[in-house]
């Protein structure tokens, strides 16, 4: 926690962009742009049991997935904080099949914004933690009007990625490449006051958070380096804690503050979906840049995520985040295909290095 100083996150921004010698002010105000959207999502989040805002709008979404009306609230606020201020060439949305471009009525500017307006809406109707990720890229191809290719770009382009996890207190959490910094809604001030300063994800953790649900369409790997993580540590007496909620920007939030490891392998419960649930460009590029600012690691067990160049807007991953002791071992057990983990490892207890 940052005692003392006050610092709203307007301040930080402006701060951040000072470290940005090429920054002209675009990147801080597309920024405060996001953040006024992630107040007035916040808002209505924390009175949907209230208002006829809570469940279906009756329709499914480009993945499939019935669409919540705090869904198409939270798409339709990011859409009208973000496409007049300028800043943006073009905007995706996990919710929207194609590129959104800016209204020709509306100047566009060098950025490209990705967005997943409410993260774990299934969540919304039995008051569990639900979020919204952003990433920010610089346009890429010439011209005014961003295009598809401006936002298939590698998540090593990333300038900034961010999340705010409505829960029990509403958090915003970004990083422009410079460390990732927390900030904690003030409500009765409706503002974002600095609250965890350089975050850190410890090395190593003992939470793993999967869902087990799945277990019978996992490959051998993560199979194998499940069962090892449940085993007996003598050094501390237990195994690892299994936690999951089921939103992923709750259980990454919670794997960056208290270190373990996130999963969201490959299954191959849909044959048309063996990638694994998780979107690219939506979930797990903004994702992995924040873990690994925070000292963490980011796979698919065999590839680093922000090295994957995509090929299609709703691709799919699967998604292995957190403390980077535990992300290599799990790519042990990957790598070394035994079904048992890696040799050196077999029949030593989880958060015990091999020999
Ligand atoms: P499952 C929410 O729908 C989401 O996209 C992520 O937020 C979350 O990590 C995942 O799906 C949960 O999926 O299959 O475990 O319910």
Redo the contacts with the bound molecule.
Sequence with gaps: MSGGKIVTIQRHIMEEQSLHPEARGDFTRLLWDLVVAGKMIAREVRKAGLIDILGQAGYQNVQG?EVQKLDEYAEKTIFRAMDHGGHLCVMGSEEVPDIIPIPEKFPKGHYVLLY?PL?????IDVNVSV?TIFSVYRKKTPGIDGTLDDCLQPGTELVAAGYIVYGSSTMLVYTTGHGVHGFTLDPSMGEFLLSHENIRIPPRGKIYSI?E??YNFWDDATRAYVKHVKQMDPSTGRPYSLR??????A?AHRTLLKGGI?L?PMDYKDPKRPQG???LLY?ANPMAFIIEQAGGAATTGTQRIREIQPAALHQRVPLIIGSADEVRLYERFVREGSSTGPSALAGTPAGQKAG
């Design positions: 997935e997943d993260d774990g809406s299934s969540n979020g869902n649900g799945n999951y909620i089921g939103t992923l920007v259980d996130f969201y649930k998780l979107r979930e």
